[in-house]
C-alpha cells in the first residue's frame, strides 16, 4: 500500500486546546480518512511543542517544572483528541527521548556539511512567536503579535540560511504546489526575493531546551526543535518526506523557508506539501486570550456532537481563507443542512423501505438520471477533496441530498404503495432503490468529514461491516445489493432548539475555560463564573501565624514557611513570594492561608496550604493582612 503521511503543527503546551487548533486537526482528520478510502496507509501526526521562555516562564509562575507544567497540558491535547474522536497515528512531544536525537541528528548533519557556524547575536526578541525581529530597534514591537521586544545579546549558532535563496525561489518554482493556496505562496516568494539573513538555530538564555551537542551552554531555537517533530514522530519508519504539512497562516514563513532549508543543508527529502488555511473568527473577531472570545470545541461537542462542529467549520469556512464561528450559525447548519436535509432523506428513506418492502432493499437498476447525478457528485466532489476544497465538495454533495428529496416527492411513494398493479410495485421498487443507494452514496461521501453520524447511517442501512472500510471504487452506483436487510432506524441528527441549546453551549463554555484555566494554574474572575455558596463554603482559609520562614534551595521565587493554624503540628508552606518578602520580615506575622487543598510536592518540599496573597501577573504578590487583632485558625468567610 502506498503511504500518506500529514501533520498538524505541534501545539504550545502553554495554552490549553480550543476551536482553533480543532480546526486543523479536524481537518487534518479528514483528509487522513480521505486518503484511506483512496485506498493510501495514511499516517497523521500531532503533538506538542513544549520548550521555550514561554513555558519556562508559566510552570515557574505556577512554583512548577516545566516538565511538570507541560506534562499537564500535554495530556490535556491528547484528551482532547481523544473526546473529539480523531484519528491520531501518533502524538510526538517535544520533550521526548527520540525527538531530541533527531534534533541532534539534523544538527550534526547540517554541521557536518557546513551549514551551521558559531557567531554572536545582539537584537531584539519577541518571547511570545519565539521571533528574532532583524530589522527592530530597541523598544519595538513584534511585526507578529505587537507586543514589546526584548534585547539580548548571546552567543548563538547560526544556519546559513542567507545562501539557500536561490534554492528556495527553484523549489517553489519548479514545484508550484509546495506551497497552498497560492496567495501564501506569493508571499513566502516575495519574502524570500528580499533576501535572506543567516538565522540564529540556538540559545544561550534559556535552559528550557534539547541540548546542543558537544555545547552545554545552548539548547536548540524552539523552531528548530519544533520542526523536526514531523520527522521524528516517525523516526525508523518509512514514512518520510511528509506528504502534507497542514497549518494555519501565521507560521507559512517557518514551513515554507526555514524548514526546508534547514533540510536542504542537511541533505534530507523536502515534505511535498506545505498547505496554510485561514484563522477562525469569533462573531468576526480574531480569538484571542486578552479579548477572551475563545470558544473550546468539547462544550459543542456535549451539545450537538462533533459531527455538527467538523461539518460547520468545513462547509461554512473556504478553507485557505479566514471564517467566522458562532454558535448561530453553527446550529443554523445543523438543524437546515444535518437534521433536515441529510437526517430527512435517511429516515424518510430507510422509513418507507420499512414500510413498504419489510425493510428489504428492493431490487432494481434505479433512476437512471439520479444515477447519473450521483456518479457526477461523486467525481466532482472527490476532486474537491482532492484540492482540500471542503465547502465546494459538501455543496456539491448536498446538492444530490436535494435532488434525491426532489426525485422522491415527485414520485410520491406513499401513492404508489396504495396501487397494487405491477407498474406501480415496480415504480415503487424504483424509488426506494434510487433514494436508499443515494443514501449509500452520500454517506460514503461524506464518512471523511462526519464518520460517527456516517457510521450510523451505514448500519442502518444493513451494513455490518464498518465504514471505515469503503473505498472510492464502492461510490458506483448500484452497489447496493437487493434483498439487504436494513437496520433499526433512529433519527441521526435530532432537530436542536436553537436558544436553548445555545444557551447550554455557552454555560458548558463558561466551565470549561474555568476547568481549563485550572490546569494552566490561573484563577478565573470571579464575574466570569459564579458559583453556589456551598461551593465557596467548601474551601477552608484560616489565619495563620507564620513560626519560621526560609528561602528555597534552587529556586529564587520560593519560601518555605512553617505556620501555626492553630492544630498540633505547624503546617509546612511552600509559597512562590520570595520576590517579595525576606524571610526573616515574615516570622511572626498574621496570615490567611489556604488549609484544606491536596498537599503537593514543590521542590521536594510538602506544601501542605496556600497563602492567599493580592496578586497582579507580572507584579508582586500582596499578603493578606488584618487590622484588628484576629486570632490563629480563625475560619475566614
Ligand atoms: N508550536 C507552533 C507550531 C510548531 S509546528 C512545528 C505553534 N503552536 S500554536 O499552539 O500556536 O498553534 C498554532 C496553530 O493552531 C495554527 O497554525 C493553526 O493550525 C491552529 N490555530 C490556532 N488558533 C487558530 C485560529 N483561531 N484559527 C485557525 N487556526 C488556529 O504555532
Not at 469569533?282 to 459543542?300: C, H, L, Q, W, Y
Request: with cysteine.
Amino acid at each position: 500500500m502506498t503511504k500518506y503521511y500529514l501533520t498538524t503543527p505541534i501545539y504550545y503546551t502553554n495554552a490549553a486546546p480550543h476551536i482553533g487548533h480543532a480546526y486543523t486537526t479536524i481537518a487534518a482528520d479528514t483528509i487522513r480518512r480521505l486518503k484511506c478510502m483512496q485506498g493510501f496507509d495514511a499516517v497523521l501526526t500531532t503533538g506538542t511543542d513544549e520548550h521555550g521562555v514561554n513555558v519556562e516562564r508559566a510552570a515557574q509562575a505556577q512554583g512548577k517544572t516545566a516538565q511538570e507544567y507541560t506534562d499537564v497540558i500535554a495530556e490535556e491535547f491528547r484528551n482532547q483528541w481523544k473526546i473529539l474522536d480523531l484519528a491520531i497515528d501518533r502524538f510526538e512531544r517535544t520533550t521526548s527521548d527520540r525527538h531530541a536525537r533527531a534534533v541532534q541528528e539534523l544538527f550534526i548533519r547540517c554541521r557536518d556539511r557546513g551549514q551551521v557556524y558559531k557567531g554572536t547575536y545582539s537584537g531584539q526578541y519577541c518571547i511570545f512567536d519565539n521571533l528574532y525581529v532583524n530589522e527592530a530597534k530597541p523598544g519595538d514591537p513584534c511585526p507578529e503579535c505587537g507586543r514589546p521586544t526584548e534585547t539580548v545579546t548571546e552567543e548563538n549558532y547560526f544556519f546559513r540560511l542567507s545562501e539557500y535563496q536561490d534554492r528556495l525561489l527553484d523549489l517553489y518554482d519548479k514545484q508550484p504546489d509546495f506551497i497552498q493556496p497560492e496567495t501564501r505562496r506569493n508571499e513566502v516568494i516575495a519574502f524570500v526575493r528580499q533576501g535572506l539573513q543567516d538565522l540564529s538555530i540556538s540559545r544561550t538564555s534559556i535552559k528550557w531546551g534539547i541540548p546542543v551537542p558537544d555545547e552545554p551552554k545552548h539548547v536548540f531555537y524552539v523552531w528548530f526543535d519544533a520542526l523536526t517533530t514531523y520527522m521524528s514522530a516517525v523516526y525508523g519508519e518509512d514514512l518520510w518526506p511528509a506528504d502534507l504539512h497542514l497549518i494555519g497562516k501565521e507560521i507559512v514563513r517557518f514551513h515554507a523557508v526555514y524548514w526546508p532549508a534547514f533540510l536542504m543543508g542537511a541533505d534530507l527529502p523536502l515534505p511535498k506539501k506545505i498547505f496554510a488555511h485561514g484563522w477562525l473568527l469569533f462573531e468576526n473577531d480574531k480569538m484571542s486570550k486578552s479579548r477572551g472570545n475563545i470558544v473550546r470545541a468539547t462544550p459543542i461537542h456535549k451539545v450537538l456532537g462533533t459531527d455538527a462542529l467538523r461539518y460547520f467549520l468545513l462547509r461554512e469556512v473556504v478553507f485557505g481563507q479566514d471564517g467566522s464561528f458562532s454558535y448561530d450559525a453553527l446550529v443554523g447548519r445543523y438543524n437546515s443542512d444535518l437534521a433536515n436535509g441529510l437526517g430527512n432523506l435517511a429516515s424518510r428513506t430507510l422509513t418507507m423501505i420499512h414500510q413498504y418492502r419489510g425493510g428489504a432493499v428492493p431490487s432494481s437498476d434505479g433512476d437512471s438520471h439520479i444515477a447519473e447525478a450521483a456518479r457526477e457528485v461523486a467525481a466532482s466532489a472527490l476532486d474537491a477533496f482532492d484540492r482540500l476544497e471542503f465547502s465546494k465538495a459538501l455543496e456539491s454533495i448536498w446538492g444530490l441530498i436535494a435532488a434525491a428529496d426532489k426525485f422522491i416527492v415527485e414520485r410520491a411513494p406513499w401513492k404508489l404503495a396504495k396501487s397494487a398493479d405491477a407498474d406501480s410495485k415496480k415504480l415503487l421498487d424504483d424509488t426506494l432503490y434510487t433514494a436508499a443507494e443515494t443514501l449509500r452514496i452520500v454517506t460514503a461521501l461524506i464518512y471523511a468529514v462526519i464518520p460517527n453520524s456516517a457510521s450510523k447511517i451505514w448500519e442502518q442501512l444493513g451494513y455490518t461491516e464498518p465504514i471505515s472500510g469503503v473505498r472510492t471504487k464502492d461510490l458506483h452506483w448500484g452497489r447496493l445489493p437487493a434483498g439487504q436487510l436494513l437496520g433499526t432506524v433512529s433519527a441521526v441528527f435530532p432537530r436542536a432548539d436553537a436558544k436553548l441549546s445555545i444557551e447550554k453551549m455557552r454555560e458548558l463554555e463558561v466551565e470549561e475555560y474555568a476547568r481549563q484555566q485550572a490546569l494552566l494554574g490561573k484563577t478565573v474572575a470571579p464575574a466570569e463564573t459564579k458559583i453556589p455558596i456551598d461551593d465557596f463554603l467548601k474551601i477552608d482559609m484560616r489565619v495563620g501565624l507564620v513560626k519560621e520562614a526560609a528561602a528555597v534551595k534552587g529556586s529564587d521565587k520560593l519560601l518555605h514557611l512553617q505556620v501555626d493554624i492553630g492544630e498540633p503540628k505547624l503546617r509546612s508552606i511552600v509559597a512562590g513570594i520570595a520576590g517579595a518578602y525576606q524571610p526573616e520580615a515574615l516570622i511572626g506575622r498574621k496570615i490567611a492561608i489556604v488549609a484544606n487543598l491536596q498537599p503537593r510536592k514543590l521542590k521536594g518540599l510538602e506544601s501542605q496550604g496556600m497563602i492567599i496573597a493580592a496578586s497582579v501577573e507580572g507584579g508582586n504578590p500582596a499578603l493578606v493582612s488584618f487590622l484588628e487583632d484576629a486570632p490563629i485558625g480563625a475560619r475566614l468567610k
